[in-house]
C-alpha cells in the first residue's frame, strides 16, 4: 500500500469534491426557488461521487482482498440491472442462477488467485459454449438465439469486462511491485474523469450532435474537449503508474476513447430496451451501469496494453 | 362463535422479525422499491390488491410499506395451499400473519368473505390478489374473481389501491425456490371504488384495467400485444407512461 501516492488521491478526490460542492452550492444558493430539476440532480450527483470515492478509498487502504470483493459486488448490482432488462423466460431460471450463483464467484475467484490463462477464457469458452447448451436442453426454443445472446452480453459486460479492473492487481510490472493498486486509481480517474469532463465540456461548448439517434446528449465538442483534457489528466497522474508523463497520456487516451464508446453502446442498449436508466442505485446518477460502462470498455484495453507494453 | 382469524391485533416478536428479514431480503435480492403514482402511504384502511405470479409477491408490497403499516396489513393466501400442512400453516399464520381463506367452501364459518370482513373490522388492511392463483399464463392478468366486490361493497370506506407488482414472476417462477436477483419495483396507483350503480362484473373488469394500465414496462413481444417498435421519437410517450419514477428522473449525462 504506497502511502504517499493513496494520501496525494486523498487529497486531491477531496478538494476537487468540494469545490464541486461550493460551485454546486452557490448556483443552488443564487437560482430561483424551487431548484430546477438539473440543480437538484448536480446536488444528488455530487453527494453520490463522495459516497463512490469514499468506497474505493477504503477498499484501497484494505488492499487486494477488498478491492476485488468490491468489484465482484458491482458485477453483482451490473448483471442484476443488464438481466431485469432482457427479455427471459420460465426456463432460463437455473441458467440465470448459475450467472450470479457460480459465473460472479467463480471469475473472482480467478481473479483473487491470479489465474490467468482460465481468467481470460472461462466465460468467453466455457461460459459460451454452455449457458446454450443448458438452455437448449430445457427445451425451450422460443426466441432462443434472443435470449441466448443477451444471457452472453450480460456475462461479457458486467462480469468478464469488469473483473479486469481487480485483474490489473495481479499484474507483474517490474520496478513497480506493490504498487499495483494505484493503476485501479489511475484508470477510474482517469475514465470517470472524462465522463465528467465530457459532460462539462459538452455543456459549455456543445453544438455538434455525436450520434442523436443514440444519445440526444453526447457532442463533438464534448468528446473532443473531455478526452484531451483526460489525456492532460493522465499526464499529471503519471506518479501513480510506471508510465512516462507522455505514456501516461497516450494510455489514459486509449481508455478514456474505449470509455466514450462504452457508454455510447450502454446508451443504444437503453434506447432498444425503451428505459432511460439502468436502475436506481445510484442516487442522480441511476444505476450501477449507467456509472460504470465506460469503465467496463475501458477496463479489458487497458489490461491488456499495461500487460503487453511493461510486463 | 367467531373465530379470530389473525392471532393478535400487533405482532409478535416473531411476525417482526420475520418482516424485518424478510423485507430487507427482499431488497438484498430484488433492490425492491414503491412507485408512488396517484395514491402516498397512508395510515388509512386499505385493501392492497396486485397481480399474482410469485410466493414472493407479497413479501414484496409488504417491503414496500411502513414497518407500522406492514404490523396491521395482512396478505389473503388460500387455506387449501397454506393450511394443508402444520409446517406450512406456522409459516403462513405465525411468521407472516396471513388471512387464510378456502376458495372452495360449503360450511358458512368458512365464508371467505365473512373471515376477511372480520379481519378488516378490527381496523386492520388486507393484500387481495384477485386472480385467485397464482398467474401461470402468458396473459399479463387473468379475470378477477369477485371478493374485491364483494368486499368493497360492503365496506366502501376501506380504499381499494392497485398495486403493479414487477418482475417477481422472473424472480421466483411458481415452482422454484431460489430466488434469481431482478429488479424489481411496486407502483401502487390511484384508489379505485366502485361508481354508483356499477355492475359486478363492470367493476372488475375496470379495476384489472387500471391495475393493468400501471404496469411500467407492459410486454414489447410476445403472444398479448402488437409489437410497437420504440424510437427515440417515442421516449417522451414511454416515460409518461412509466409514471413519476422516471419523469422525475434525472437529466442523465447520456
Known sequence: MPMRETLILVIGLTAVLTIANLIAGILSWRAPKPLSSALVNLNERINAWWVMVLAITVAMFLGRRAMTILFALISFAALREFVTLTHNRRSDHWVLLGMFGIIIPFQYWLVWTAWYGLFTIFIPVYCFLLMPAITALHGDTERFLERVSAQQWAVMISVYCVSHVPALLTLELPGFEGRNLLLIAFLIITVQGSDVLQYIFGKLFGRHLLSPAVSPSKTWEGLIGGLAAASLLGALLSFLTPFSPLQAAGVAFIACLMGFLGGLVASAIKRDQGVKDWGHLIEGHGGMMDRADSLVFAAPVFFHTVRYFWT | ?254
Request: hydrophobic fraction near 40%.
Open chain 2, 1 to 254: 362463535m367467531m373465530k379470530l382469524h389473525i392471532r393478535a391485533t400487533t405482532f409478535t416478536l416473531l411476525q417482526t422479525m420475520t418482516s424485518v428479514g424478510l423485507s430487507a431480503l427482499a431488497w438484498a435480492v430484488t433492490g425492491v422499491r414503491p412507485i408512488w403514482s396517484g395514491s402516498e402511504p397512508s395510515d388509512r384502511q386499505r385493501i392492497y390488491f396486485a397481480n399474482h405470479a410469485s410466493h414472493g409477491d407479497f413479501i414484496l408490497l409488504s417491503a414496500c410499506l411502513s414497518e407500522k403499516q406492514r404490523a396491521r396489513t395482512h396478505a389473503v393466501a388460500a387455506a387449501e395451499y397454506w393450511g394443508k400442512s402444520r409446517l406450512r400453516r406456522f409459516i403462513a399464520q405465525d411468521m407472516l400473519s396471513s388471512v387464510l381463506i378456502h376458495r372452495q367452501w360449503t360450511d358458512e364459518a368458512q365464508n371467505p368473505i365473512s373471515i376477511m370482513l372480520s379481519v378488516l373490522d378490527e381496523g386492520h388492511s388486507l393484500i387481495l390478489f384477485p386472480e385467485g392463483t397464482r398467474n401461470m399464463t402468458d396473459e399479463a392478468l387473468l379475470p378477477f374473481r369477485s371478493g374485491l366486490y364483494n368486499l368493497s361493497m360492503a365496506r366502501p370506506d376501506v380504499e381499494l389501491i392497485p398495486c403493479w407488482i414487477e418482475n417477481m414472476s422472473r424472480v421466483l417462477p411458481k415452482g422454484q425456490f431460489v430466488p434469481v436477483p431482478l429488479l424489481c419495483r411496486v407502483v401502487f396507483g390511484a384508489p379505485v371504488a366502485i361508481a354508483p350503480g356499477e355492475e359486478r362484473r363492470a367493476f372488475l373488469d375496470r379495476a384489472r384495467q387500471t391495475l393493468l394500465a400501471l404496469n411500467p414496462r407492459p410486454p414489447r413481444h410476445g403472444a398479448e400485444k402488437p409489437v410497437v417498435r420504440k424510437t427515440s421519437r417515442d421516449q417522451k410517450s414511454l416515460e409518461h407512461r412509466a409514471g413519476s419514477d422516471i419523469r422525475h428522473g434525472a437529466p442523465g449525462d447520456d
